[in-house]
Every structure is written in C-alpha cells, then in structure tokens.
Nanobody
Framework: QVQLVESGGGLVQPGGSLRLSCAAS????????IGWFRQAPEKEREGVSCISSSDGITVYAGSVKGRFTISRDNDKNTVYLQMNSLKPEDTAVYYC???????????????WGQGTQVTVSS
C-alpha cells in the first residue's frame, strides 16, 4: 500500500521559515517526479514545485521562486520543501503527490498525501 505523508506545517510569522516533509511508504520516491501543491480557502489548487527523478531537475511556481527549495533524501525516502521568507499569501494546505512519472511534465494523479496546513500570520 502506497502512502505519502506530509508533515512540518504550522503557524509562522511573515518572513519566517518552515520545512515540509513528504515521507513515502510502499513506493521508492527517487524513481519518480514528486510535486508539491497547495490550496488556499476558496482558491484553486496550484502547483508549487516539483523535482524530477533521475536528473533531479527542479521546477518552481513564479510566486515561490527564490524563496522555496525542493530537495529529496533518498536514504529517508523523503522529499522536502524548504520555505523561506514566507508571506501571508503562502497560507494554504500543502500536499505532495506523484503520478509515477520520471519528469515534472506528466500528471500527478496517482498518489496524494493528506496535506499539512501552513498559516503565515502575525
């Protein structure tokens, strides 16, 4: 049984940092591209970042470029999203997902985590 479990969310002041984790079981994450997505209340879900499998190419949404960094630790079968200089508009539920593709151009329909809440507020 495949499971993706996000953690690391919480309440942080503007300008602060959080590191989200996406831990997997039943699947080897380094074989696949892993994406981070977010959904704020009354807004559509949006892609935040993605890391491909073999070559480790990373992709970022323009709104987070330069502030967020995606990485993977294959030994821990975990993908991270380091979020710095957080803004109130980053507030959302963050999800990791995979579509069992090797690059970030495919879909992410196969497996999703349950999400972790990130709230940026003073």
């Amino acid at each position: 049984q495949v499971q993706l479990v996000e953690s690391g969310g919480g309440l942080v002041q503007p300008g602060g940092s959080l590191r989200l984790s996406c831990a997997a079981s039943g699947i080897t994450l380094d074989y696949y591209a892993i994406g981070w997505f977010r959904q704020a209340p009354e807004k559509e879900r949006e892609g935040v970042s993605c890391i491909s499998s073999s070559d480790g190419i990373t992709v970022y949404a323009g709104s987070v470029k330069g502030r967020f960094t995606i990485s993977r630790d294959n030994d821990k079968n975990t993908v991270y999203l380091q979020m710095n200089s957080l803004k109130p508009e980053d507030t959302a539920v963050y999800y990791c997902a995979t579509g069992l593709n090797s690059n970030c151009h495919g879909d992410f329909d196969d497996y999703w985590g349950q999400g972790t809440q990130v709230t940026v507020s003073s």
